[in-house]
């Protein structure tokens, strides 16, 4: 049985593998993301300490990961290239990763139906997302979500991102 939960610190350990996993596919890839120590596991200590870290598991294995985040991105306050397609409250998608033998299924869909069905409940009418130019199977499955390229952000590291939004 499939589950979307909260992510919880026993959890930790395997979030921490599929990260890692997805890291050595964006190398062997030549994708650059993620590939200077972040996301590290602070950052998803952090994530889970303020309720933003979620998995899911398949019969209690976790098997994917994502941080769901209601409230201001810093790192979108400045868009280049574009616009975003409206303003206001929205929820962002971040550090999302499947592990190798579960990839190509479907899955992060359920992420996502997850990060609407949140912010339905909220009363938040967008959803926003970003991903380096290189990384096209995210770029395509975004793009398959309904999401659409609003311009370029910068990580706080400087790196750019093509930073997406879509309408509720």
């Known amino acids: ?3 979307v939960r909260k992510t919880t610190q026993e959890d930790l350990q395997d979030v921490m593998a ?3 996993e ?3 596919y964006f190398k062997d890839a030549g994708i650059e993301q993620w590939q200077k120590g972040y996301p590290n596991a602070d950052t998803f200590r952090m994530d889970i300490a303020r309720g933003n870290s979620y998995v899911l598991t398949e019969d209690g294995k976790v098997i994917a990961t994502a941080a769901i985040i209601a409230g201001e991105d810093p790192n979108y306050v400045n868009i280049t290239n574009g616009a975003w ?3 206001g409250s929205y929820i962002v998608i971040h550090r999302i990763a499947v592990t190798t033998g579960k990839k190509g299924l479907g899955l992060a869909n359920l992420l996502y139906d997850y990060a609407e069905e949140m912010a339905k409940e909220k009363g938040i009418r967008s959803l926003r997302a970003d991903t380096t130019s290189l990384n096209r199977s995210m770029r395509k499955f975004l793009k398959k979500r309904g999401f659409k390229s609003c311009g370029i952000v910068h990580m706080s ?3 750019e991102r093509i ?3 879509k309408m509720l």
């Open 18 to 20: 599929i990260v890692h």
């Open 22 to 24: 997805a890291m050595r």
């Open 1 to 3: 049985m499939l589950e």
């Open 157 to 159: 590291d400087g790196t």
């Open 163 to 165: 930073a997406y939004q």
């Open 85 to 87: 397609l409206s303003e």
